[in-house]
T-cell receptor
């Protein structure tokens, strides 16, 4: 099992550019999550998907959109990147609402 | 509203000694879950231990135990017999809403340094 995979690992964008961060899990988990981690801080929830076909806002959803493509995949889209979105992005999944399994993260820099 | 507080930005411990990392939380929901995660310098997030609000006993997982004091709203992580590999950031997290809840909030973390 690969667990939770994220692509890309690193990305540099210019202000105003768009991109999609991909996440996939092979553990047959129902729930998936997107977090961001800024330097020296804990994780903040951007969006989550309790089950296939549903998505909900977390703490910091502004500037992001998500798609739960199927049970395995949950993507995060930045439509018009801003320097304030420079961060490390983590995807996670969980079987219900217990412990979450995290991907390795995507380090995004917006200049 | 949910809130998680970790008041120790950094902690030092001697190898083979025990250490306690503090976590306090605030919630009005009677049903919630508390988690601890470890983040080594490599950056990945590793689940350590879970405590449900209705669990009668403190959770334990190997060298990790969670000192759950519900009335004080604290969920401290105790690491026994510290090892050099325990040097990392440690995050406390809380999920409200029982098994139907999914929003999880994290504390700011505590960086643990284990000295040889």
């Amino acid at each position: 099992n690969a667990g939770v995979t994220q692509t890309p690992k690193f990305q540099v964008l210019k202000t105003g550019q768009s991109m999609t961060l991909q996440c996939a899990q092979d553990m047959n988990h129902n729930s998936m999550y997107w977090y961001r981690q800024d330097p020296g801080m804990g994780l903040r929830l951007i969006y989550y998907s309790a089950s296939e076909g549903t998505t909900d806002k977390g703490e910091v959803p502004n500037g992001y959109n998500v798609s739960r493509l199927n049970k395995r995949e949950f993507s995060l889209r930045l439509e018009s990147a801003a320097p304030s979105q420079t961060s490390v992005y983590f995807c996670a999944s969980s079987p219900m609402s217990y412990e979450q399994y995290f991907g390795p993260g995507t380090r995004l820099t917006v200049t | 509203a949910q809130k998680i507080t970790q008041t120790q930005p950094g902690m030092f411990v001697q190898e083979k000694e025990a250490v306690t990392l503090d976590c306090t939380y605030d919630t009005s929901d009677p049903s919630y879950g508390l988690f601890w995660y470890k983040q080594p310098s490599s950056g990945e997030m590793i689940f350590l231990i879970y405590q449900g609000s209705y669990d009668q006993q403190n959770a334990t997982e190997g060298r990790y135990s969670l000192n759950f004091q519900k009335a004080r709203k604290s969920a401290n992580l105790v690491i026994s017999a510290s090892q050099l590999g325990d040097s990392a950031m440690y995050f406390c997290a809380m999920r409200e809403g029982g098994t139907g809840g999914f929003k999880t909030i994290f504390g700011a973390g505590t960086r643990l340094f284990v000295k040889a």
